[in-house]
Nanobody
Framework: QVQLVESGGGLVQAGGSLRLSCTAS????????MGWFRQAPGKEREFVAA????????FYANSVKGRFTISRDNAKNTVYLQMNSLKPEDTAVYYC?????????????????WGQGTQVTVSS
C-alpha cells in the first residue's frame, strides 16, 4: 500500500508564499497522476490542482489558477504545490492524493489514496 506524506505547511501572512511537498513511498509513483485537495473547517474537501504522470498536463481550480503551480519530480517520487499570493480563504488542511482513474482529476471520487494532510494558515 503506497503511503503519501505531505510537508511544507505553516502560518504565513496574506500575500506570502508556501511550497507544499508530497512524497510517495513506492517507485510506481511515476506511473500515476497526482492531485492536491484542501478542506477548510466546516467545508467539503475540494479540488485544488492535479498533474498527469508525465507532468505535461496540469489542472487547477478556478480559485487558485494563476497563483498556485503544481509540479512533480518523478526521480524523487515527489509532487509539489507552489502557492503564491496567498489569501486568508486559502486556509485549510491540504491533502495530496493518488487517483485510481485518470478520467476526471477534478473529482474527489477519482482518488483512492490520501496523505495525512498538512495545515496551511494564512493570516490577514
Amino acid at each position: 500500500q503506497v503511503q503519501l506524506v505531505e510537508s511544507g505547511g505553516g502560518l504565513v501572512q496574506a500575500g506570502g508564499s508556501l511550497r507544499l511537498s508530497c512524497t510517495a513511498s513506492e517507485r510506481t509513483f511515476s506511473s500515476y497522476g497526482m492531485g492536491w485537495f484542501r478542506q477548510a473547517p466546516g467545508k467539503e474537501r475540494e479540488f485544488v490542482a492535479a498533474i498527469r504522470w508525465s507532468g505535461t498536463s496540469t489542472f487547477y481550480a478556478n480559485s487558485v489558477k494563476g497563483r498556485f503551480t503544481i509540479s512533480r519530480d518523478n526521480a524523487k517520487n515527489t509532487v509539489y504545490l507552489q502557492m503564491n499570493s496567498l489569501k486568508p480563504e486559502d486556509t485549510a488542511v491540504y491533502y495530496c492524493a493518488r487517483p485510481r482513474t485518470s478520467i476526471n482529476y477534478y473529482l474527489r471520487s477519482s482518488y483512492d489514496t490520501w496523505g495525512q494532510g498538512t495545515q496551511v494558515t494564512v493570516s490577514s
